[in-house]
């Protein structure tokens, strides 16, 4: 059934509503008018403009008055657009229907009357818009003025006749629609206008005649520049100055036939529109004998940028008419691009009457009268304070005016702060009391500005802060005084620290030292070297820490110096400080190596050994070797050790290098020190201590078990337990015991359970290496279990050593047992809510699947291992393809196994059927002894799932039913069942199964996929 012309319409498609509208203009009634008429509200714009073009071409004498019956505000599209119909028709019918509209409250509507009252210039619709061009809305103002201006001269007389009818009043817009029509033929009869106008005739004239660009047009405005009203005349400069370089020439020309007022205005513009460029023009008039042409040159150098300008002005105040010289003076006092520096060079002169005129303008400025200075730097704006601050500093200060540059420095805009700062910098000591107090001020600001106002003071400030701190007055400001010191990297400063540093504790000094920057000055690590000999060793360690900032190669050079002290702590110190540096060259080494044997005691042989060891170059190295040669074996075991605890593989090599060659002299009484020695060189590679413990050396052994204590790797426990000689050493079998004794409670079963065998295996032997190392442990049942172990061998364990040493039983109070199975209950909450957010979190429905090589521990058993391993790799190829296909999760792989989870329940028994059927295919290709045969179980529930396992009864379920699947079978549980479309796979039960550790009885079933 074909739709309807008034349903075409409605169409978004275009030809769709286009054949609809020329069916509705073919049938031209009432009802498809009205149909077209309903286009105009529709959402597209073409849709709306074919639709006004169609009733505009409407035939019918009665198009006016059907149209008037449309005309309906509240459609705010139809109106417009049957307004403009009517616009174009330009009727008088039409035209008398649209009138109407331009009383309307609402201003849109307004608009559209007079946009379509624009539509045809003709007299009848201009006086209709006269009116709109006074219409309260600004828009609708103006678009009567751009209609009104299209309609071109032939409304030329109806707005003469406005302008004169209504002579004294406002009509701007009419003026300039007079002007912009006319033009330059206007202008002979807007003088007429001008001469005899009010005020806003005049106005309206000057504010529109000049976007005629003439020179008609710029005469005219030179003559408004002579109007009695300064407003008028600041409307024609500014109209003057907008036309720039067009009115330069005949605003010249008409310079020397104008009276004063237009000259005066006439240079202003000048001034304006060529800037420095003006000075020759602004000269001649400086030249001149008349005051009066003088005084204009001078008010226009106020004006100009440049220092050229300003000099010239400066010169003015030697004009020898005081008038001329005076006036001069009030414009440099009012020019607000001075520069200070130019007029304070005048103060010299020989000449009595410039040198007044200048401390005149300064003191106008407000440098001599501070309170106003202080005012306005307190209420002033941007722009006036950072003016004042310049001025500032060229004058003396008083604690009033330093109080205020204080609180300046945390003062919002950036600028202000750092004129405010350097206003401080150029008082120097004058205001250094001040800034020290400013450094405990809350402002972050405040006290980065005032460190820095310290800093570029100097040495002048230092001798303020050393009194200051002398005094003792303010406890609470020493900090910041010894931070202020530290960081002006002046040697002077340095001394006064050690005062602080014998005073206050280390947590303040170290909070102090913090914010200390980098020292760069070589005078200063000269002074801190000489201090290193403070006779409290807590101040020279604080010092030497200064040091540790150093970067600058100069400054480190001047360290090394240190090395060649008389003092043996000056060394010392040296050595730890070099020790804390990196990019240490070799050449810096070669001194370091040589340095070994310099010193006498052992504490600076360890710091310098430290220093080799962190930067074991080849000459490091063989220092360090030829000096363990020539010294006595307890302070070469003891540099040995410093220097492995530095950890750097080349220095560990030449140790393990000197030690194999030196075991010799290992004796029972050096143990300890080697074994911590070789827990450091075998670290990464504890398989040499395992070996060690083969050595027939009874020392060696014990070394290596001593350093096995330090290593944790639970393989290390079943080595030791492996490798230890028959009928060994008591002596090292103790320390065995306890070395293993942290094994007895490691996460490992298997490991845990190896140990207390082993340790069960030796008997009452364990009793008293057990009770040594039973302080140990810090948990109270671990404790139990250790005496439960002792005593289960025949052993006798004090009962005291239950509690840590020094620890009293506790015996609890009725209140205290109160409180603690409140604590116990607390706690239950406390873990039922964690149980709930994993239960929330954590928990999910998912399809577990155990897949498994059935018969794989006997083929692993006589095959070889490059044989399984190939077996195991075909076995990964075929299934975990499969797995990802169907969207599983493999969790976990234990050799032949697979742990494989599915949010979609089907995916996983989808997914078991095509890993039978490409096992089946596999099967076909190789020989018997390598087919694989896999059995498959899934089972369904709620689980806890993580990253990389899962956790939940139905994890356990799935792996029981693994045990009663055969190869190439896919055994599925009644949960699995119920969660699965029973329709798309073919299954047959497999009867009821009591699975162990389950509660209630299973059934099972098996997917048929053959």
Same mark, same amino acid.
């Given at each position: 059934m074909s739709q309807s012309p008034f349903d075409l319409i409605k169409s978004n498609d275009e030809a769709i509503w286009r054949n609809g509208l020329d069916i509705l203009i073919k049938e031209h009634d009432k009802a498809s008018f009205n149909g077209i008429v309903s286009m105009l509200s529709d959402i597209s714009w073409h849709k709306r403009e074919a639709a006004a073009l169609a009733l505009q071409n409407w035939q019918t004498p009665d198009l006016p008055s059907l149209l008037k019956d449309c005309l309906d505000p509240s459609q705010i599209d139809q109106f417009y657009w049957i307004l403009k119909i009517l616009g174009n028709l330009g009727t008088e019918e039409c035209i008398s229907l649209i009138k109407p509209v331009l009383s309307y409250k609402d201003s849109e509507l307004r608009g559209y009357a007079v946009r379509a009252l624009g539509l045809k210039c003709s007299l009848n619709n201009a006086r209709a818009l006269y009116p709109m061009l006074n219409d309260t809305n600004w828009a609708v103002r103006k678009l009567a003025f751009e209609h009104l201006l299209s309609f071109g001269e032939i409304i030329l007389d109806?707005?003469?006749?406005?302008?004169?009818?209504?002579?004294?009043?406002?009509?701007?817009?009419?003026?300039?629609?007079?002007?912009?029509? *006319?033009?330059?033929?206007?202008?002979?009869?807007?003088?007429?206008?001008?001469?005899?106008?009010?005020?806003?005739?005049?106005?309206?004239?000057?504010?529109?005649?000049?976007?005629?660009?003439?020179?008609?047009?710029?005469d005219f405005l030179i003559d408004g520049l002579s109007d009695p009203s300064w407003a008028l005349r600041l409307i024609a400069s500014e109209q003057l100055s907008k036309l720039g370089h067009r009115a330069?020439?005949?605003?010249?020309?008409?310079?020397?036939?104008?009276?004063?007022?237009?000259?005066?205005?006439?240079?202003?513009?000048?001034?304006?529109?060529?800037?420095?460029?003006?000075?020759?023009?602004?000269?001649?008039?400086?030249?001149?004998?008349?005051?009066?042409?003088?005084?204009?040159?001078?008010?226009?150098?106020?004006?100009?940028?440049?220092?050229?300008?300003?000099?010239?002005?400066?010169?003015?105040?030697?004009?020898?008419?005081?008038?001329?010289? #005076?006036?001069?003076?009030?414009?440099?006092?009012?020019?607000?691009?001075?520069?200070?520096?130019?007029?304070?060079?005048?103060?010299?002169?020989? #000449?009595?009457?410039?040198?007044?005129?200048?401390?005149?303008?300064?003191?106008?400025?407000?440098?001599?009268?501070?309170?106003?200075?202080?005012?306005?730097?307190?209420?002033?704006?941007?722009?006036?304070?950072?003016?004042?601050?310049?001025?500032?500093?060229?004058?003396?200060?008083?604690?009033?005016?330093?109080?205020?540059?204080?609180?300046?420095?945390?003062?919002?805009?950036?600028?202000?702060?750092?004129?405010?700062?350097?206003?401080?910098?150029?008082?120097?000591?004058?205001?250094?009391?001040?800034?020290?107090?400013?450094?405990?001020?809350?402002?972050?600001?405040?006290?980065?500005?005032?460190?820095?106002?310290?800093?570029?003071?100097?040495?002048?400030?230092?001798?303020?802060?050393?009194?200051?701190?002398?005094?003792?007055?303010?406890?609470?400001?020493?900090?910041?005084?010894?931070?202020?010191?530290?960081?002006?990297?002046?040697? #002077?400063?340095?001394?006064?620290?050690?005062?602080?540093?014998?005073?206050?504790?280390?947590?303040?000094?170290?909070?102090?030292?913090?914010?200390?920057?980098?020292?760069?000055?070589?005078?200063?690590?000269?002074?801190?070297?000489?201090?290193?000999?403070?006779?409290?060793?807590?101040?020279?360690?604080?010092?030497?820490?200064?040091?540790?900032?150093?970067?600058?190669?100069?400054?480190?050079?001047?360290?090394?110096?240190? +090395?060649?002290?008389?003092?043996?702590?000056?060394?010392?110190?040296?050595?730890?400080?070099?020790?804390?540096?990196e990019n240490i060259t070799e050449n810096d080494i070669k001194i370091i190596g040589r340095q070994l044997f310099v010193e006498r005691t052992v504490r600076n042989l360890r710091a310098v050994v430290v220093i080799l060891a962190k930067n074991p170059f080849e000459s490091a190295l063989q220092?360090?070797?030829?000096?363990?040669?020539?010294?006595?074996?307890?302070?070469?075991?003891?540099?040995?050790?410093?220097?492995?605890?530095?950890?750097?593989?080349?220095?560990?090599?030449?140790?393990?290098?000197?030690?194999?060659?030196?075991?010799?002299?290992?004796?029972?009484?050096?143990?300890?020190?080697?074994?911590?020695?070789?827990?450091? +060189?075998?670290?990464?590679?504890?398989?040499?201590?395992?070996?060690? +413990?083969?050595?027939?050396?009874?020392?060696?052994?014990?070394?290596?078990?001593?350093?096995?204590?330090?290593?944790?790797?639970?393989?290390?426990?079943?080595?030791?337990?492996?490798?230890?000689?028959?009928?060994?050493? /008591?002596?090292?079998?103790?320390?065995?015991?306890?070395? +293993?004794?942290?094994?007895?409670?490691?996460?490992?079963?298997?490991?845990?359970?190896?140990?207390?065998?082993?340790?069960?295996?030796?008997?009452?032997?364990?009793?008293? /290496?057990?009770?040594?190392?039973i302080d140990n442990f810090e948990n109270e049942i671990d404790r139990k279990a250790i005496i439960d172990l002792i005593e289960s061998v025949g052993g006798k364990v004090d009962p005291t050593l239950l509690r840590k040493k020094n620890q009293e039983k506790v015996i609890l109070s009725d209140s205290h047992l109160d409180e603690v199975l409140e604590r116990r209950k607390q706690a239950m909450e406390e873990i039922e809510k964690y149980d709930e957010l994993i239960k929330v979190s954590h928990t999910m429905d998912l399809a577990i699947m155990f897949t498994d090589v059935k018969g794989f521990t006997a083929f692993s058993s006589k095959a070889s291992l490059s044989e399984v391993m190939s077996m195991l790799k075909q076995h990964d190829e075929i299934l975990q393809p499969v797995f990802k296909k169907y969207g599983g999760d493999a969790l976990k792989k234990i050799g032949d196994a697979f742990l494989v989870v599915f949010e979609n329940h089907s995916n996983a028994l989808l997914a078991a059927i095509e890993i039978q059927k490409r096992l089946r295919e596999f099967n076909q290709t190789v020989p018997e002894e390598r087919k694989l045969a896999i059995r498959i179980a899934i089972n369904s529930g709620s689980v806890i799932r993580t990253e990389n396992d899962v956790m939940g009864d139905a994890v356990n379920l799935a792996?029981?039913?693994?045990?009663?699947?055969?190869?190439?079978?896919?055994?599925?549980?009644?949960?699995?069942?119920?969660?699965?479309?029973?329709?798309?796979?073919?299954?047959?039960?497999?009867?009821?199964?009591?699975?162990? *550790?389950?509660?209630? /009885?299973?059934?099972?079933?098996?997917?048929?996929?053959?």
């Open positions: 109806d707005l003469r006749k406005i302008i004169l009818a209504s002579f004294n009043s406002s009509n701007h817009s009419v003026i300039a629609l007079f002007i912009k029509i *006319g033009r330059d033929d206007m202008i002979p009869e807007l003088q007429t206008y001008y001469s005899k106008g009010s005020f806003a005739v005049r106005h309206a004239i000057l504010s529109a005649i000049g976007e005629l660009e003439s020179n008609q047009a710029i330069f020439d005949r605003l010249t020309a008409s310079f020397g036939r104008t009276d004063s007022i237009v000259r005066h205005e006439i240079v202003k513009i000048l001034v304006s529109l060529l800037s420095d460029k003006a000075l020759p023009l602004i000269n001649r008039l400086l030249s001149a004998p008349d005051q009066e042409h003088r005084m204009l040159a001078i008010e226009n150098l106020a004006r100009l940028k440049s220092d050229e300008a300003t000099n010239t002005l400066i010169s003015c105040l030697s004009d020898q008419d005081r008038i001329v010289s #005076d006036y001069a003076a009030d414009c440099l006092a009012q020019k607000s691009n001075l520069n200070l520096d130019l007029i304070i060079e005048k103060l010299n002169t020989e #000449d009595e009457n410039l040198r007044f005129q200048i401390i005149k303008i300064i003191g106008s400025i407000g440098g001599i009268a501070l309170t106003p200075i202080i005012r306005i730097l307190e209420n002033g704006t941007k722009q006036e304070r950072l003016f004042l601050l310049g001025v500032l500093q060229k004058i003396a200060p008083n604690e009033v005016l330093i109080a205020l540059l204080i609180n300046l420095l945390k003062d919002k805009y950036w600028p202000i702060r750092n004129a405010a700062a350097n206003c401080l910098v150029r008082y120097e000591t004058a205001g250094v009391r001040a800034v020290v107090i400013a450094l405990n001020d809350q402002s972050d600001d405040v006290r980065f500005w005032a460190s820095k106002v310290l800093s570029q003071i100097g040495p002048k400030a230092i001798k303020v802060l050393t009194d200051v701190l002398s005094d003792g007055t303010d406890p609470n400001l020493i900090p910041h005084i010894i931070s202020a010191l530290l960081s002006m990297s002046h040697p #002077d400063a340095v001394p006064a620290v050690t005062k602080f540093l014998e005073d206050n504790d280390d947590y303040r000094i170290e909070s102090v030292f913090a914010s200390v920057p980098e020292i760069t000055s070589k005078d200063v690590v000269s002074t801190i070297l000489g201090l290193l000999t403070h006779p409290e060793e807590r101040v020279a360690i604080w010092l030497s820490k200064l040091l540790t900032k150093l970067k600058s190669l100069n400054a480190r050079r001047t360290v090394f110096l240190g +090395l060649s002290h008389s003092n043996e702590k000056v060394r010392y110190y040296v050595s730890t400080v070099i020790a804390s540096w220092s360090l070797n030829k000096f363990l040669e020539n010294c006595d074996p307890p302070i070469m075991l003891d540099l040995m050790f410093e220097a492995a605890k530095q950890s750097h593989p080349k220095c560990l090599k030449m140790l393990d290098n000197y030690i194999n060659q030196h075991s010799e002299i290992i004796t029972l009484e050096d143990v300890e020190q080697v074994g911590n020695i070789l827990s450091y +060189l075998y670290k990464d590679s504890p398989e040499g201590l395992i070996k060690g +413990l083969s050595s027939a050396s009874k020392a060696y052994r014990m070394c290596c078990i001593i350093a096995l204590d330090s290593i944790s790797d639970r393989k290390l426990a079943f080595s030791i337990m492996e490798n230890l000689i028959p009928d060994e050493d /008591p002596e090292i079998m103790e320390r065995a015991v306890k070395t +293993l004794s942290k094994f007895l409670f490691h996460d490992d079963f298997r490991l845990k359970g190896a140990v207390t065998e082993f340790m069960l295996e030796l008997g009452t032997f364990i009793e008293k /290496p057990l009770a040594e190392c792996s029981r039913i693994e045990g009663i699947a055969d190869a190439f079978e896919i055994v599925i549980s009644e949960f699995t069942l119920a969660r699965i479309d029973k329709s798309v796979f073919e299954l047959e039960p497999h009867g009821t199964h009591q699975f162990k *550790g389950i509660a209630k /009885p299973v059934a099972a079933y098996k997917v048929k996929w053959q």
